[in-house]
């Protein structure tokens, strides 16, 4: 299942998320994110590794109680996945080198553990998602492409601290 957001939903440079007014159900999803490095159409999967360079933690917030709303009535969800400022994306830094190892990302929600996961257990490879995508769209240079959580998706409240850590090392705050 692919989701696409606007140019809107971007919300970097540590600027804090406001919780929009249109929902009290907001969830956080924390997702590796990769940085289109060139533009590519029907990438096959063997050379889809030359298509990204850098990566980030992002997190992909979601609406809930509107998504549920949307899904009973057989309605899309992008108002519920895509509104404005849902996209929180850190810093990126370069891929590392040996990153056919996997990955390991965190969520900490108020210094606790909430989300954990590594790269080597994704359903697809970062390579796998590029590929399929392509075929869709024209992978762009400076699209971001948001890659999926692992479990321990949950509610975040207003006041709520959310910090995420890539190899360790903390990149979203």
Do not use: C
């Not at 899309?76 to 590392?96: G, Q």
């Amino acid at each position: 299942m692919l989701f696409m957001k606007p140019a809107t939903a971007l919300l970097n440079q540590g600027k804090p998320f406001y919780h929009p007014e249109f929902s009290q159900d907001i969830h956080y999803e924390l997702e590796i994110v990769l940085r289109i490095s060139g533009n590519g159409r029907h990438i096959e999967p063997e050379f889809a590794h030359k298509y990204y360079d850098q990566i980030a933690l992002g997190i992909d917030f979601t609406a809930r109680d509107l998504q549920s709303r949307l899904k009973e009535k057989g309605h899309p969800w992008e108002i519920a996945k895509a509104f404005d400022h849902s996209a929180v994306v850190s810093p990126f830094v370069d891929l590392p080198v040996d990153h056919q190892q996997g990955i390991h990302f965190e969520l900490r929600k108020n210094g606790e553990v909430v989300q954990s996961g590594n790269t080597r257990d994704m359903i697809f490879s970062f390579d796998d998602l590029i590929s399929y995508s392509s075929r869709f769209f024209k992978l762009q240079t400076g699209d971001y492409f948001f890659t999926g959580t692992p479990a321990g998706v949950g509610p975040v409240k207003v006041g709520d601290l959310l910090e995420g850590y890539l190899e360790g090392e903390k990149l979203l705050h």
